[in-house]
């Protein structure tokens, strides 16, 4: 048909229904999806099976565009249009990389560039040279990547791992995921494409004239840090080490849903900032990418058209409470942690008030080689940039990225810079490590001696370590040479009357009871939920007793050494409930003898998701499934077991303190975290029993040589763990 004839037609159309009729499909396939571009607003479009089954039908949205998700990998489908006419679409597979060839042609500068993904999707991604440096020809330079869905490659802002790394002498590419910024696609939290793109900028980059070595590292904390993990467990061929910091172990169980329970504080807030992140500029989204459009940048633009398509993460989220493996399972950083190959550093902080030590789960699915470090400590998010964390994350980048004699020197005269963003103006330095590689004669030396240390460094009672309670600094370390810690003994104690913890289980017979009312405490410990004033020096926390009558509490007798845990805990309960569902938090605290309370660790359980999983379950270490078909109410006047995880954490209870544990709603102890818990009306009366036979019980994993120094550390000034004055509850503990 000639186009006079055509545009006759079409007029023709036109004349008879009011519209012109849709251009031709404009069809997208991807990694278990399949997006159509360039339509008619309202159109609806049919997705059929490679028999012409209907599976899904949806209508364009009014920037044209519709996408059909969860779909098979490799897979054959057709997307039909209202006369009947189809447009045959074969979906890609993850495990099909594109040749070396799809990344050699991409030619990567100094500025805002675009990558492009295997599906087509446009990536925006800023290139930086070292600080002071340039890409001259012939220069080359070690490299780093930074890639989230935050304003990574916001060419004004660099993020604070990018800053620091160029800095420190590296070319550094930080990298927005699709449906963020100026990178076109759809952002699905952690999905496949998310991590073939990730694939696919570690071998763009990797491949570009100015990187140094074989290949790049991958560095960032949060957001950036969990993508690292499913990047490097898809093992691209030019990626040659990664610095994870402040992580997750799964979606689901942290900091999602701990216990089972809604985090309706950071959960909630991260997702709808990640929501607003993804509107289309220059309607929404990030600044940087309204900026750039305005100011005519067209490629950011068209990169827009299928923002209107992202689901709304916080509905998405709550629409699932319980745990799917077929959604989950591949977006949880633990499903990818034993692929990893390349050398990795992962640090992070047992009362993280984002994301939480649900992280430690995966440790032991690591590989068990001198390349893999890890460093753990108390504190908050911000802990893993703290100085002994950030000293080591120089060393190891310099010596498994750049394939240079670690120079520390570099990064102390930063120091007041970096930590005066972190703990505020005004504050005290941190002290600083000494050069643990000092003397080493070669790289090779300087890497032996590196490799020589614990793998796994456990840093104690951090903001003790100075003159100043609660600036960053150790009082002393652990090391162990694998996760959980060797050796460490599951040490039990038992549920007794008036709120006692003994070795010894209970001759008598009873229970105590409680009205667990979420309102009785402030759900946060730092009003507004915000994020610095958890990271100052010394947090202005509201953290208050517990409540006469809507907690239990069970304290041991004053200790007569020294005890240090560090791991999981687990805290086995005969429940018994007025309600045929409650939540349960457990926190655990030490009484020391100067009358003042510690906070140390946190965990929570809904009662109908008490079902285990078959494996991964010890004496100290509870994993529930989570699943839909295992939930179950509880029996109504019985007494039923149940098993609440206490979070991990490192602490030494110091001699002639008492452990504590109690057990409440959920809410009181954490600065951002809280609870979309049931509202109880203080109507509720949950039973815990001490009974012969109904033994509950404390198994916390003791460390035994521990060598603390001696003298109570300051109260408060424990990094991540509040203080106050003990008071007894209402059954005595």
Same mark, same amino acid.
């Given at each position: 048909?000639?186009?006079?004839?055509?545009?006759?037609?079409?007029?023709?159309?036109?004349?008879?229904?009011?519209?012109?009729?849709?251009?031709?499909?404009?069809?997208?396939?991807?990694?278990?999806?399949?997006?159509?571009?360039?339509?008619? @607003?309202?159109?609806?479009?049919?997705?059929?099976?490679?028999?012409?089954?209907?599976?899904?039908?949806?209508?364009?949205?009014?920037?044209?565009?519709?996408?059909?998700?969860?779909?098979?990998?490799?897979?054959?489908?057709?997307?039909? @249009?209202?006369?009947?006419?189809?447009?045959?679409?074969?979906?890609?597979?993850?495990?099909?990389?594109?040749?070396?060839?799809?990344?050699?042609?991409?030619?990567?500068?100094?500025?805002?560039?675009?990558?492009?993904?295997?599906?087509?999707?446009?990536?925006?991604?800023?290139?930086?040279?070292?600080?002071?440096?340039?890409?001259?020809?012939?220069?080359?330079?070690?490299?780093?990547?930074?890639?989230?869905?935050?304003?990574?490659?916001?060419?004004?802002?660099?993020?604070?791992?990018?800053?620091?790394?160029?800095?420190?002498?590296?070319?550094?590419?930080?990298?927005?995921?699709?449906?963020?910024?100026?990178?076109?696609?759809?952002?699905?939290?952690?999905?496949?494409?998310?991590?073939a793109d990730g694939y696919d900028i570690v071998e763009t980059v990797g491949n570009q004239d100015w990187v140094l070595g074989d290949g790049v590292g991958m560095i960032g904390i949060s957001f950036p840090g969990i993508s690292q993990m499913f990047v490097a467990?898809?093992?691209?061929?030019?990626?040659?080490?990664?610095?994870?910091?402040?992580?997750?172990?799964?979606?689901?169980?942290?900091?999602?849903?701990?216990?089972?329970?809604?985090?309706?504080?950071?959960? @909630?807030?991260?997702?709808?900032?990640?929501?607003?992140?993804?509107?289309?500029?220059?309607?929404?989204?990030?600044?940087?990418?309204?900026?750039?459009?305005?100011?005519?940048?067209?490629?950011?633009?068209?990169?827009?058209?299928?923002?209107?398509?992202?689901?709304?993460?916080?509905?998405?989220?709550?629409?699932?409470?319980?745990?799917?493996?077929?959604?989950?399972?591949?977006?949880?950083?633990?499903?990818?942690?034993?692929?990893?190959?390349?050398?990795?550093?992962?640090?992070?902080?047992?009362?993280?008030?984002?994301?939480?030590?649900?992280?430690?789960?995966?440790?032991?699915?690591?590989?068990?080689r001198r390349d893999v470090r890890i460093m753990l400590a108390n504190g908050v998010h911000s802990t893993s940039m703290e100085p002994e964390s950030l000293w080591n994350w120089v060393a190891f980048l310099d010596i498994y990225v750049a394939k240079r004699f670690?120079?520390?020197?570099?990064?102390?005269?930063?120091?007041?810079?970096?930590?005066?963003?972190?703990?505020?103006?005004?504050?005290?330095?941190?002290?600083?490590?000494?050069?643990?590689?000092?003397?080493?004669?070669?790289?090779?030396?300087?890497?032996?001696?590196?490799?020589?240390?614990?793998?796994?460094?456990?840093?104690?009672?951090?903001?003790?370590?100075?003159?100043?309670?609660?600036?960053?600094?150790?009082?002393?370390?652990?090391?162990?040479?694998?996760?959980?810690?060797?050796?460490?003994?599951?040490?039990?104690?038992?549920?007794?009357?008036?709120?006692?913890?003994?070795?010894?289980?209970?001759?008598?017979?009873?229970?105590?009871?409680?009205?667990?009312?979420?309102?009785?405490?402030?759900?946060?410990?730092?009003?507004?939920?915000?994020?610095?004033?958890?990271?100052?020096?010394?947090?202005?926390?509201?953290?208050?007793?517990?409540?006469?009558?809507?907690?239990?509490?069970?304290?041991?007798?004053?200790?007569?050494?020294?005890?240090?845990?560090?791991?999981?805990?687990?805290?086995?309960?005969?429940?018994?409930?007025?309600?045929?569902?409650?939540?349960?938090?457990?926190?655990?605290?030490?009484?020391?003898?100067?009358?003042?309370?510690?906070?140390?660790?946190?965990?929570?359980?809904?009662?109908?998701?008490?079902?285990?999983?078959?494996?991964?379950?010890?004496?100290?270490?509870?994993?529930?499934?989570?699943?839909?078909?295992?939930?179950?109410?509880?029996?109504?006047?019985?007494?039923?077991?149940?098993?609440?995880?206490?979070?991990?954490?490192?602490?030494?209870?110091?001699?002639?303190?008492?452990?504590?544990?109690?057990?409440?709603?959920?809410?009181?102890?954490?600065?951002?975290?809280?609870?979309?818990?049931?509202?109880?009306?203080?109507?509720?009366?949950?039973?815990?029993?001490?009974?012969?036979?109904?033994?509950?019980?404390?198994?916390?994993?003791?460390?035994?040589?521990?060598?603390?120094?001696?003298?109570?550390?300051?109260?408060?000034?424990?990094?991540?763990?509040?203080?106050?004055?003990?008071?007894?509850?209402?059954?005595?503990?």
């Open positions: 048909m000639s186009n006079r004839y055509r545009k006759i037609l079409c007029a023709a159309l036109f004349a008879l229904y009011g519209a012109a009729p849709a251009a031709a499909l404009d069809v997208q396939p991807g990694i278990g999806f399949v997006a159509i571009t360039g339509q008619a @607003e309202g159109v609806q479009l049919v997705l059929e099976n490679a028999q012409h089954v209907d599976l899904a039908s949806g209508l364009v949205d009014r920037f044209g565009s519709l996408i059909f998700r969860e779909l098979g990998e490799g897979n054959a489908y057709f997307v039909r @249009e209202p006369g009947g006419a189809t447009t045959a679409v074969t979906t890609l597979r993850f495990a099909d990389h594109p040749p070396q060839s799809f990344y050699e042609m991409q030619t990567l500068v100094e500025g805002l560039n675009y990558i492009q993904a295997r599906d087509g999707t446009l990536l925006s991604a800023m290139v930086r040279a070292p600080l002071g440096s340039s890409f001259a020809p012939g220069r080359r330079f070690p490299t780093l990547v930074e890639y989230s869905g935050y304003a990574a490659s916001d060419p004004d802002n660099p993020q604070a791992s990018t800053l620091l790394a160029s800095a420190m002498g590296y070319a550094t590419v930080a990298v927005n995921m699709r449906g963020s910024g100026c990178s076109g696609g759809v952002i699905d939290l952690f999905d496949l494409p998310t991590t467990g898809a093992q691209p061929p030019h990626l040659v080490a990664v610095a994870p910091f402040s992580i997750i172990s799964d979606i689901y169980r942290s900091p999602g849903f701990p216990g089972g329970i809604f985090n309706n504080g950071f959960a @909630e807030t991260w997702l709808q900032e990640r929501a607003d992140d993804a509107r289309p500029a220059p309607e929404g989204g990030q600044a940087w990418a309204i900026q750039r459009v305005n100011e005519g940048d067209t490629t950011c633009l068209a990169n827009q058209k299928l923002r209107l398509q992202t689901q709304d993460p916080v509905d998405f989220t709550q629409s699932h409470p319980y745990y799917d493996p077929a959604l989950m399972d591949a977006r949880s950083p633990s499903a990818w942690a034993a692929n990893i190959q390349v050398p990795i550093f992962i640090s992070g902080a047992w009362q993280d008030e984002q994301t939480g030590s649900g992280f430690v789960t995966l440790l032991k699915q690591l590989p068990k670690p120079n520390m020197d570099r990064l102390a005269p930063l120091a007041g810079a970096i930590y005066e963003q972190i703990l505020g103006p005004g504050q005290p330095t941190p002290p600083l490590p000494p050069d643990r590689l000092a003397g080493a004669s070669s790289i090779d030396d300087a890497k032996r001696r590196f490799e020589a240390e614990p793998r796994v460094r456990v840093l104690m009672e951090n903001g003790a370590g100075s003159p100043t309670p609660g600036l960053p600094a150790p009082r002393f370390e652990l090391g162990f040479e694998k996760w959980p810690p060797p050796g460490a003994r599951q040490t039990a104690w038992y549920f007794g009357p008036g709120g006692t913890l003994s070795k010894f289980k209970s001759v008598a017979d009873g229970f105590d009871s409680y009205n667990p009312d979420p309102d009785a405490r402030p759900m946060q410990t730092i009003p507004g939920q915000g994020q610095a004033e958890s990271w100052e020096i010394m947090p202005a926390y509201d953290w208050r007793p517990l409540v006469a009558g809507t907690a239990v509490a069970y304290a041991t007798a004053p200790l007569a050494a020294d005890t240090t845990i560090v791991g999981e805990g687990a805290v086995d309960l005969f429940l018994r409930s007025s309600a045929s569902d409650t939540d349960v938090q457990v926190t655990l605290t030490e009484i020391r003898p100067d009358g003042l309370e510690t906070y140390v660790q946190s965990g929570w359980l809904r009662a109908s998701h008490r079902k285990l999983a078959r494996k991964g379950n010890t004496r100290t270490e509870v994993r529930q499934t989570h699943l839909a078909g295992d939930a179950e109410l509880l029996p109504a006047g019985q007494f039923t077991k149940m098993r609440v995880g206490l979070f991990a954490v490192g602490h030494t209870f110091r001699a002639g303190s008492r452990i504590r544990l109690s057990l409440e709603a959920p809410g009181g102890d954490r600065t951002r975290w809280a609870f979309d818990t049931f509202d109880t009306n203080g109507m509720v009366t949950n039973d815990v029993n001490y009974s012969r036979g109904y033994s509950s019980r404390l198994v916390l994993p003791v460390v035994r040589r521990a060598q603390a120094p001696a003298g109570l550390p300051p109260c408060p000034g424990l990094r991540g763990q509040p203080c106050r004055t003990y008071a007894p509850a209402s059954n005595g503990g």
